[in-house]
């Protein structure tokens, strides 16, 4: 028996020293998903909370509502164009402290585990807190202070974490079933609707093509200008 134990003794001690070095090395954005991911198994609120910038994370969030609701992204668009602003902060200012609701929610999720429990059988890109997700993601720089992680838990659900560094500390800001969106969360860039940017490029059109119209005639074709 002790002839088998110690093969397998020493296979488990291998495995754990493999895990806390490459805990130790870890650095940049997944040091601070390997240490959400700590922290969720540990229930430890106080040392998750910290890694989260929890008003980007909600101003954020409703972005990601915006752009994801046909009718709210046209009434996005509209708005712009007439100089209403956007709908992100009516929306803003319609679901009150989204940042406090936020860290209640975090707080009481992580403290009983609920919040792993749920999103390990979600695929929701809201959902990304599975330890072993965070801690197996995959981070692309995208510049020196910003980062973005892909997060695909248990049940195949896929989320883009948005990191910022904030002095030595990589903070999340922002999470997207979108790269793209995550991209521009982690980079602090408005994001505006896509059918907004099409109509500015739709109106630029007519006095592109106005210069040339009249040269037309003079080249004798006796022709209009097809647009």
Do not use: Y
């Amino acid at each position: 028996m002790k002839f088998l134990r110690t093969p397998l003794l020493w296979t488990i001690s291998l495995a754990i020293c493999a895990a806390l070095l490459a805990a130790c090395f870890a650095s940049g954005p997944q040091k601070t998903l390997n240490q959400l991911a700590q922290a969720l198994q540990k229930k430890d609120v106080d040392a998750f909370l910290p890694l989260l910038d929890l008003q980007a994370l909600a101003s954020n969030d409703i972005k990601n509502l915006t752009q994801e609701n046909q009718t709210l992204n046209a009434m996005d668009s509209l708005g712009r164009e007439l100089g209403l602003g956007s709908v992100d902060s009516l929306l803003g200012g319609l679901l009150g402290d989204r940042a406090g609701d936020l860290a209640k929610s975090f707080a009481e999720g992580v403290a009983s585990g609920a919040l792993e429990d749920q999103c390990r059988a979600s695929t929701d890109s809201r959902c990304p807190w599975v330890a072993a997700s965070l801690e197996k993601a995959e981070v692309k720089d995208v510049s020196k202070d910003a980062a973005v992680a892909k997060v695909v838990t248990p049940a195949g659900g896929v989320s883009w974490l948005a990191l910022q560094q904030r002095a030595n500390t990589w903070v999340v800001v922002g999470r997207s079933g979108s790269e793209k969106m995550a991209t521009a969360f982690a980079l602090a860039l408005d994001t505006p609707a896509a059918p907004a940017k099409d109509n500015t490029k739709d109106a630029a059109k007519p006095e592109e093509q106005a210069t040339p119209a009249p040269a037309q005639p003079e080249q004798g074709s006796g022709k209009g200008v097809t647009i």
